[in-house]
């Protein structure tokens, strides 16, 4: 592979994942939870956690997908419209769920961090069950196939740098208590327009055929 096709990867897997960084789940209300209720100190060592938990669950899904596609050259096809058709769905859910009235995120998730944010940032992260799926229709989809290890690599770094930047910006900025109050008002803006995005890659992904 080129360096623009390498390069063009990696802009893709980034884009994707900073599209689900920013809708707000587990690790989301983890982290503007802390800040508001322990502080920034708290929310950023939460932070650390989380993005060493993006990092695990990209290796992960890096090499599964890859030793897949050498054990099963013909799986690749398979699961890269699989993942695009899995993102694409993804999106349609967030964009339908927008416009639902009264719509509410369910999702709970302890704040007892007693055993220290860093923990509870990582363990979140780790037991979240959307994230394996996540990871691994984002690889099995926009990664070439028998990708070299080095483009696997600089991608977790990617996802891992993207998480800890934007839930630092989370916990510095939401510990503001009117900004929190104004983003949340907002939230059904950022799901549509992640939702968009989600479905604009999972064509992308669908129809793109990239060289072995």
Known sequence: MSVMQDLSVIIAVSTF?????????LDFLLVTRLAVLRGRSAAWKATLGIATGVAIWGLGGFFGIRS????APWL?????????????????????????????DTTTV????SSGAFRAGLLTNLVNP???????SLFAAAM???????LGLACVVAMSVIALAWFTLVATVLSIGRVSSAF????????RC????FMALGVRFITERSPA
């Open 130 to 136: 959307k994230a394996p799926i996540f990871v691994s």
């Open 184 to 191: 949340l008002r907002c939230r059904r803006w950022v799901d």
């Open 194 to 197: 992640a939702g968009l995005a």
């Open 17 to 25: 994942w900073l599209a689900a960084m920013i809708v707000p789940g």
């Open 68 to 71: 897949l596609f050498y054990a």
């Open 144 to 150: 070439p196939q028998h990708a070299p290890v080095p």
């Open 76 to 104: 690749y096809l398979l699961l890269k419209i699989g993942g695009g058709l899995y993102l694409f769905v993804a999106g349609c859910k967030l964009l339908i769920g927008s416009w639902k009235p009264n719509a509410t």
């Open 110 to 113: 302890s704040t007892d961090v």
